[in-house]
């Protein structure tokens, strides 16, 4: 057995949970017992541990306050009715976690910490996973550059953790969204397909602005014509126009190939609609909703699942919907909670279990 295969569990002599409202969990903000981390030293993956949730304490002059050299993911765990905890699709932020490390020049981190490290640390905190609807287990691995040094180059050492938060929904309500023309988020041959901790760093701005504005968020366009539509801040987007369903294309590598979004469009088709994978430009939407033919827009995403899009914003126009109308986002959102839940045979092997 080498070092990257051996995790080492180190309990907390006394659970916090006791303190937890499980009915008060806002997204993010709660932690659990316990933690798993792994170092990179020396070319190789060591000290894989779980133990008691804990501060850093790292150098001022640690790599990734300087040079931004960090990736995560988002993974939820869901509570069925019979206690049984399982998690959605976890080898596939795998692959991606370890698609972001390579565009970041960061070392690939084993399957055997990310799923099994994943695994034995959820069934350790078992207990903090919320039985409520709507409700999960938000699970955050990322990896961190750590060397101490003033000097733009790829760290050779490196932090990879994963905490656990059990977590209420990340959006209530629908949205409204403006589509963004002067910040860009991605343009090809950038790192709009990575999930670094950058691209969310550099949506800040714009994302402020619009919520003084009154949105939620904004919806990304490309980098040249700020036309073709991308994604909105946290999540992939959907449209419905007429009988068919329009999702950006990920070939420029501009947009995060979201696990969320891979499964609607499968659980899309299977209903028996059309969806298209392409580019899609505001011309283009603004068009078909002056024809009455935009029927739904909405957005996936781990933390946000489907997240109704009732208004549009751009320039001085607005895209405005009723979400009472809506059939295809509503039916996409319980057929996904039901995979999640449990509630239906999860006939396409997306559950992970833990326990
Ligand atoms: C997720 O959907 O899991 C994300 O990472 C988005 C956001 C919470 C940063």
């Known amino acids: 057995m080498t070092d990257a295969e051996t995790i080492q569990i180190i309990r907390v002599d006394k659970s916090a949970l006791g303190d937890l409202d499980f009915k008060n969990l806002p997204f993010g903000k709660v932690f659990t017992d316990h933690l798993l981390e792994a170092d990179y030293i020396d070319g190789q993956w060591t000290n894989?541990?779980?133990?008691p949730f804990h501060s850093l304490q790292l150098s001022p002059a640690t790599a990734v306050f300087?040079?931004?050299q960090a990736i995560f993911e988002g993974i939820k765990a869901y509570k069925t009715e019979d206690g049984k905890v399982s998690?959605?699709?976890p080898e596939e932020n795998f692959k991606r976690f370890n698609l972001s490390a390579v565009r970041m020049d960061m070392p690939e981190v084993p399957e055997y910490i990310f799923m099994e490290g994943m695994r034995q640390l959820i069934e350790l905190d078992a207990d903090w996973v919320p039985a409520l609807a709507d409700h999960s287990l938000y699970i955050r691995p990322f990896m961190i550059a750590t060397d101490e040094v003033i000097g733009v180059k790829p760290s050779e050492t490196y932090k990879f953790m994963i905490i656990l938060s059990p977590s209420g929904p990340y959006y209530i309500k629908p949205m409204r969204i403006y589509v963004e023309e002067k910040y860009t988020r991605a343009a090809p041959g950038g790192v709009g397909f990575a999930k670094n901790a950058g691209n969310y760093a550099g949506s800040m701005l714009a994302t402020s602005q619009a919520r003084k504005a009154g949105y939620d968020q904004v919806l990304w366009t490309d980098a040249f014509e700020h036309k073709y539509l991308q994604e909105v801040g946290v999540m992939n987007v959907f449209f419905m126009i007429g009988d068919k369903v329009i999702t950006p294309a990920?070939?420029?590598g501009t947009i995060l190939p979201g696990v969320t979004r891979n499964s609607a469009?499968?659980?899309i088709r299977d209903m028996g609609y059309v969806v298209e994978e392409r580019s899609i430009s505001i011309d283009e939407l603004i068009a078909a909703h002056?024809?009455?033919e935009v029927k739904e827009i909405f957005g996936t995403g781990?933390?946000?699942?489907i997240a109704y899009i009732y208004e549009l914003g751009y320039r001085d126009q607005a895209i405005e919907l009723n979400t009472e109308l809506w059939k295809l986002a509503p039916e996409?959102?319980?057929q996904m909670n039901d995979i999640k839940y449990g509630n239906i045979p999860d006939n396409k092997g997306w559950m992970y279990p833990v326990n």
């Open 48 to 51: 894989g541990c779980i133990r």
């Open 66 to 68: 300087h040079y931004g």
């Open 87 to 89: 998690i959605f699709r």
């Open 250 to 252: 990920l070939d420029e």
């Open 265 to 267: 469009i499968e659980l």
């Open 290 to 292: 002056q024809k009455g």
């Open 302 to 305: 781990t933390a946000a699942t």
């Open 332 to 334: 996409l959102r319980k």
